[in-house]
C-alpha cells in the first residue's frame, strides 16, 4: 500500500515550486508545445517503433530495439552533425538518463533525482524538479537515476530513497509517492520505470546489500501496487546446476552446499536479486521480460547454498498478474558479480533449425549476447565472447584470482541496441581485469555486503569496445576498440548508424553495416549515458547526456547535448 | 517547514543536510537518556569529555542511527556503548542520531603531529578512500572524519583491521592492507582536517 498523506505533500510540493514558477513564469507559456497532443496514449506508445517525432519509452519502444525511424541524419550528412544547444543541469554529478520526448517537450533526470522539463527545440528550462530525499538512503554505484517514464498527462519517476512518484507532466507537480522497499535495508531506485496498460512497471537495486529483488506494478493513478512478483523464489535452491549457460564448470561443492542448506534452510530472504533495468513487453503474450541480477553477498557462496533462483536469469511473468511463466539462468550460485543487467530486447531470431521465431536477446556481463525462445525463455545461443575470457571459472579465495572479465565487464547495465534489417544487435562493453576476493562476513542488516572484495588490477590495461553481433548465428561482424570501458548505452537509427559515448568525453557515431567511424563530438565530461533522437516542426535531433560516472570515475559534468545537422 | 523553504535556494550538499533535519520523532522523548550521553559525548559545546571519545554534534544522521543499531546488535563490539544502546528502541536510536546531527560540528586542537599527518595524505590516495569519502565531510551513511578526535580516530580503524569493529566488513579487509603506521598517519592527516 502506497503511504503517503496527500494534504501534507501535496502541501510541500506547494513550497518548494511557488518560488520557482513565479520566476519563470514566461518559460511556462512553452508548455504549449503540448499542442492538442498533450497525453500520451497507449496506442502511441505501443507505436513508438514508428514514431518519428518522439522518444516515448527509455529504450525506444516496449521491444527496447533502441532503433529510431527517421534517416533524416543518415551516413551521408552525419559529418555535418553539430549541437543545436546544450542545457546545463543544477547537479555535478554521474548522469545516467534518457531523455524522453513528448511532442517537442523533453523530460530529463540527474542524480539525486531533478527533474527537468525542457523545451525539445531550443533546450529552453519549462519547469524544474527536485525530490525531497528522505535522511535515509542506500545505495550502490552512485546516486543515478536512468530517467522518467511518461502516460498520458503524467511522469514517474523512482527515487534513490526507494519511492515511486508520479508527477503532472505540465507542471512538474507531485501528484502521488509510494514507498517501494525499507532504503535502510538496501533498497534504492535508479532504473526508468515501464508503463503500460495503466501499470507503472519497477524493479530495485539492492543486490550488493542483502535485500529481497523484487518487480513490482503500480496503478499509474494512484500509486497502488498491484502485484509484486519476489526475483528470489521462496524454493531458491533449482537444480543443483555444475555448468553455466555455455556449459563451463562453475566448480561448486554441492555436496557442502546440501549440508549448509539442511543447517540453515533456504536463504530466499536476504538474496538479492536486483533489477536494474526496464523490462520488454510483449504486448501480444501480455507477458514481460526482464533480468535478474546477482545474489547478496556477492562473492561469498557459502551463506546461500542453491542455485540463488531467481538471480542472474532471465525471467517473464503475465503483465496482469505478475505470475511466473518461465525463466532461464545463465550462471547458477554465481560468487563473480557477472550477473543479468542489460535491458532484454524483443526481436525475431533464427533458431537452430533455421526458422524464425519470437526471440530475446540479452548481453551479459560475462561478454555474450544470449539468444532466447520467447516462448520458455529456453537459450537457442550464445555469441563469441565480446571480450577476453581467462580463467573461468576460478573460485574467489582470501588473496584473490585474476579471473576475465573482472566484475564490472562485458555489458554491464549498458542497453544494447538492434538492426533487425541488418540482424544485427551493438553493445558496448568493458575490459577491466580484476581479482576476486572472498572473506565471509554475517548478514549485516542493510550495509554493504560483498562477501570479499574485487579489485582492479592496476599494473593492467583497461579498455571498452563496441561489438555488432549477428544474432542469428552468434558470430561477431564488427568490433571497435575504445580507449577506456564503456559504459551508457548505444542507439541504432534509421540513418544506418550508430552512436555511442566514451568515459574521455567523445560522442561518436560509426556505420552501423562496418563500425566505421563517421563523427565525433568531445562533449567535456564523460559521454555515459544512453542517446536518443526525436525530430521537432520536421527536424531530427540526436540528444545525449555528458555528466560522466561513478563507478568508473569518469569526468563529472551536468550536460544535456542536443545534435542536429546544420542547413 | 523551514527546510523546505532553503532547500529551494541552497545547492545539493545543504539539500541533503536540511533534509535529514526534517525528520519528524517528536513523539519519543530522550531528555534522560541525553543526560547520560552527554555526560561522556559533551553538553550544548559537543565536546567531548575525553580524547577516546568521538564528536557525535554535527555527525550524519543516517551514520549515528546505524552505529547505535550495530552497537546494540554486537556487530560493533564496545564495552560501554553495548550497555548504553542495550535498552535503546529504534525510535529512541532515530531521535538520539536526529538530535546530535542537528547540532554544529564541534570544532577541536587536535594535537597533530605534522610530519605523521604529511605522510597520511599519500596513504589515502593508495587506499582511494575518497572514493567514498569524497572529501571527509561526511554524507548520509558515510561518517565525517574530518576533524574528528585523534586517538578515538586510530582507535577506531585499528578496531577496523583487528576485526574488533566488525559493522563495514569491506572496511576490515581495506585497512587489512595498511600498517599501523599508515593508519596513525592517515588520523593525523583527517583529524587536522578542518572545514573548507
Known amino acids: 500500500m502506497p503511504v503517503f498523506d496527500k494534504k501534507r505533500l501535496c502541501l510541500a510540493v506547494g513550497l518548494v515550486f511557488g518560488a520557482a514558477f513565479t520566476a519563470h513564469a514566461q518559460e511556462v507559456e512553452n508548455a504549449s508545445n503540448f499542442g492538442d497532443m498533450n497525453t500520451v496514449s497507449q496506442d502511441m506508445l505501443n507505436r513508438a517503433g514508428n514514431d518519428g517525432n518522439n522518444f516515448l519509452h527509455t529504450n525506444g519502444n516496449y521491444e527496447q530495439t533502441r532503433y529510431y525511424p527517421s534517416k533524416q541524419i543518415n551516413t551521408q550528412n552525419v559529418k555535418d552533425l553539430r549541437p543545436a544547444w546544450i542545457f546545463q543541469t543544477e547537479i555535478v554529478e554521474s548522469l545516467e538518463t534518457t531523455p524522453i520526448v513528448v511532442n517537442g ?45 511518461v502516460y498520458e498527462d503524467m511522469l514517474f519517476m523512482g527515487t534513490l530513497d526507494a519511492k515511486m512518484l508520479g508527477l503532472d507532466a505540465k507542471t512538474g507537480k507531485l501528484i502521488w509517492e509510494t514507498e517501494l522497499g525499507d532504503p535502510e535495508l538496501g533498497y534504492s531506485e535508479t532504473m526508468a520505470p515501464t508503463v503500460v496498460n495503466g501499470k507503472v512497471l519497477i524493479g530495485t537495486n539492492g543486490g550488493e546489500y542483502g535485500i529481497r529483488g ?18 528470489t523464489a521462496e524454493d531458491s535452491t533449482g537444480v543443483w546446476a555444475t555448468h553455466d549457460a555455455t556449459g563451463r564448470d562453475m566448480l561448486r561443492d554441492i555436496d557442502a552446499e546440501k549440508a549448509k542448506l539442511a543447517e540453515m534452510g533456504d536463504p530466499y530472504k536476504t538474496l538479492g536479486g536486483g533489477v536494474w533495468q526496464n523490462p520488454a513487453v510483449d504486448l501480444d503474450a501480455n507477458r514481460i521480460y526482464f533480468v535478474v541480477g546477482n545474489p547478496s553477498p556477492d562473492l561469498d557462496g557459502s551463506l546461500r547454498p542453491g542455485d540463488n533462483l531467481y538471480t542472474n536469469s532471465l525471467v517473464s511473468v503475465d503483465l496482469d498478474s505478475g505470475e511466473y511463466v518461465c525463466h532461464y539462468q545463465y550462471i547458477a550460485h554465481d560468487v563473480w558479480d557477472l550477473d543479468a543487467v542489460s535491458p532484454p530486447i524483443l526481436v525475431d531470431v533464427k533458431n537452430n533449425d533455421g526458422d524464425m521465431v519470437p526471440g530475446v536477446l540479452h548481453g551479459g556481463k560475462t561478454g555474450h549476447v544470449y539468444v532466447h525462445n520467447r516462448d520458455d525463455c529456453s537459450l537457442i545461443r550464445f555469441s563469441e565472447a565480446m571480450v577476453p575470457q581467462e580463467n573461468m571459472w576460478v573460485l574467489p579465495t582470501k588473496d584473490g584470482e585474476r579471473m576475465l572479465p573482472g566484475a564490472n565487464g562485458g555489458v554491464e547495465w549498458s542497453p544494447m541496441t538492434v538492426d533487425e534489417k541488418l540482424g544485427l544487435t551493438y553493445a558496448i562493453n568493458l575490459h577491466q581485469p580484476m581479482t576476486y576476493h572472498v572473506e565471509s562476513s554475517p548478514y549485516p542488516e542493510g550495509k554493504l555486503w560483498l562477501g570479499g572484495a574485487f579489485k582492479v588490477i592496476p599494473e593492467e590495461q583497461q579498455w571498452g569496445n563496441i561489438t555488432a553481433v549477428d544474432y542469428h548465428t552468434g558470430k561477431i ?7 577506456q570501458p564503456m559504459i551508457g548505452g548505444i542507439l541504432a537509427t534509421a540513418g544506418g548508424l550508430v552512436f555511442a559515448g566514451e568515459g574521455n568525453g567523445m560522442f561518436k557515431a560509426y556505420d552501423s553495416e562496418t563500425g566505421s567511424q563517421l563523427w565525433r563530438f568531445q562533449a567535456g565530461a564523460g559521454v555515459n549515458a544512453p542517446p536518443a533522437s526525436y525530430s521537432v516542426d520536421g527536424q531530427q535531433y540526436i540528444v545525449v547526456g555528458a555528466g560522466g560516472n561513478t563507478q568508473l570515475n569518469y569526468k563529472r559534468g551536468n550536460n544535456i547535448i542536443a545534435f542536429t545537422v546544420s542547413d | 517547514m523551514i527546510s523546505f523553504v532553503r532547500l529551494q535556494f541552497v545547492g545539493l550538499a545543504a539539500c541533503i543536510f536540511f533534509s535529514t533535519a526534517s525528520i519528524s520523532s517528536d513523539a519519543v522523548d530522550i531528555k534522560d537518556k541525553l543526560v547520560l550521553c552527554e555526560s561522556c559525548h559533551g553538553g550544548e559545546d559537543g565536546m567531548p569529555v575525553n580524547a577516546d571519545t568521538p564528536i557525535l554534534a554535527g555527525q550524519e544522521y543516517y551514520y549515528l542511527y546505524v552505529q547505535l543499531k550495530d552497537y546494540k546488535a554486537g556487530r560493533r563490539a564496545n564495552p560501554i556503548m553495548s550497555g548504553m544502546t542495550a535498552a535503546l528502541s529504534k525510535d529512541e536510536m532515530k531521535a538520539l542520531a536526529e538530535y546530535y546531527s542537528s547540532m554544529e560540528w564541534t570544532k577541536i586542537q587536535p594535537e597533530i603531529d605534522q610530519e605523521l599527518a604529511d605522510k597520511g595524505g599519500s596513504a589515502l590516495g593508495a587506499g582511494q578512500c575518497s572514493q567514498c569519502h569524497s572529501k571527509y565531510q561526511g554524507d548520509s551513511r558515510v561518517p565525517r572524519l574530518a576533524g574528528q578526535q585523534l586517538p578515538y580516530m586510530l582507535q577506531t580503524m585499528k578496531d577496523f583491521k583487528n576485526k574488533v569493529r566488525l559493522n563495514s566488513p569491506a572496511k576490515g579487509s581495506l585497512m587489512d592492507s595498511f600498517s599501523d603506521e599508515d593508519l596513525a598517519a592517515m588520523a593525523n592527516y583527517l583529524s587536522g582536517l578542518q572545514q573548507p
Not at chain 1, 523484487?214 to 519476489?230: M, P, Q, R
Request: proline letters at 3%; hydrophobic letters at 35%; glycine letters at 8%.
Open chain 1, 214 to 231: 523484487f518487480v513490482k506494478a503500480l496503478d499509474y493513478k494512484s500509486g497502488e501496487v498491484l502485484w509484486t512478483f519476489h526475483t
Open chain 1, 477 to 483: 561482424r564488427w568490433k571497435v576498440k575504445t580507449q
Open chain 1, 105 to 149: 517537450i523533453m523530460y530529463i533526470t540527474t542524480s539525486f533525482n531533478h527533474i527537468y522539463a525542457l523545451n525539445a527545440a531550443t533546450g529552453e528550462q519549462i519547469w524544474h524538479f527536485k525530490h525531497k530525499m528522505g535522511p535515509i538512503t542506500t545505495y550502490c554505484c552512485g546516486p543515478n537515476n536512468r530517467g522518467v517514464a
